[in-house]
């Protein structure tokens, strides 16, 4: 891993990046993102079958930096290594994880826990997540447990964001996740494999609108993530991604940072671990360029 002081990164990362962080990366709203209550709650998953590929880093910094840019936000730990829930400071409580809810016990308002920053809440996890899998596959309507569970959350009008951070697999709640969701946000290492994941995401998202389960769901954007401009194979590689899925590619790219590496370990997102490193630029540009796609 490499890590990248704030004047080592402006020089090293490809023009790409380097227009991105010219833009204003302070977490004020800009002007031209319009906040409406009135907009429905919007379900978006973080995801990607493999692991390792800044899948939890994405939906944890994400959260806080929509937070920190005024939207009510609500992240929801699927993932049984609850790195999420420790990411944002939350103990690994047994009993605490939606677990019951998702067999169809209890509400899930109920399990919704405050966090240390401002509009910021979360639905931790635990070890016991790892039997849900098995549990919903004996149901009826076994792809709709995150849907039904989530469903008086979103009518509440609670939040205006639900992010939900999905294991690192294509396994059954992994899929209950995409039924549940109204975009998927991918994350994908700047490496060849990469590609290989985006095709292989497309294909299931595909099966699920053909068998009904969730006709509207689609990919909500793409970020690519460990991006090191030194490397030719980084920048070969956003550019093929770019090539193939077009708009749908953030403009930000997210480096590779000790500091984001770091942060987890405090139980703190990057912007209240290291405000000014690049890590936090970049969740911050993120952050904006998710809220206007969500505005628009």
Known sequence: ???????????????????????????????????????????????????????????????????????????????????????????????????????????????????AYERLEAVPSEVDMCAVDLELARMENHLHGVANALKPVVDSGRFDVILLDCPPSLGILSLNAFVASDGLLVTLQCEYYALEGISMMTRVLGQLGAAGANPRLEIFGVVMTMFDGRTKLCNEVV??????????????????????????????????????????AAYE?????VLARLNS
């Open 285 to 289: 540009l993120l952050a904006q360029e």
């Open 239 to 280: 550019g093929e991604v770019r090539n193939l899925l077009g708009a749908k590619v953030f403009e930000t790219v997210i480096p590779r940072s000790t500091k984001l590496a770091e942060a987890p370990s405090f139980g703190k997102p990057i912007i209240h671990y290291d405000k000014y490193s690049s890590g936090s």
């Open 1 to 115: 891993m490499c890590s990248f002081s704030r004047s080592t990164f402006r020089l090293q990362a490809t023009d790409l990046f380097l227009s991105s962080l010219n833009s204003r990366c302070a977490l004020e709203t800009p002007p031209r993102f319009s906040f409406n209550r009135a907009v429905p709650t919007k379900v978006i998953a973080v995801a990607n079958q493999k692991g390792g590929v800044g899948k939890t880093t994405t939906a944890v910094n994400l959260a806080a930096c929509l937070a920190a840019l005024g939207q009510r936000v609500l992240l929801f730990d699927l993932d049984p290594q609850a790195n999420a829930t420790s990411g944002i400071g939350l103990d690994k409580i047994e009993g605490a994880s939606a677990y019951r809810v998702l067999l169809g016990e209890g509400s899930l308002l109920d399990k919704i826990k405050s966090t």
